[in-house]
């Protein structure tokens, strides 16, 4: 059995959601974070689990956070 292709050019091959939401909170923040990415799971009761929760059923939201994660993180 073969494994599957890698995609070369996805910055963010092997990190998970959890992880990168994790590093954005701890360099960050839950102030900062509601603030560039005005959500609810930010702005009330904000938990990674209750996060994660969100960003896996709403693509336009999980997309926001993983571009800053790559603009903050990821280096070319």
């Known amino acids: 059995m073969t494994s599957p292709a890698s995609h070369p050019r996805d910055p963010l091959q092997g990190i998970t959601l959890e992880n990168i939401l994790n590093q954005l909170v701890q360099q960050h923040g839950w102030s900062e974070m509601r603030r560039r990415i005005p959500i609810r799971c930010f702005e009330l009761n904000p938990s990674v689990k209750s996060s994660l929760t969100f960003l896996r059923k709403t693509p336009w939201a999980r997309q926001r956070v993983e571009d800053w ?4 993180f990821v280096k070319p």
């Open 69 to 72: 994660y790559i603009s903050e």
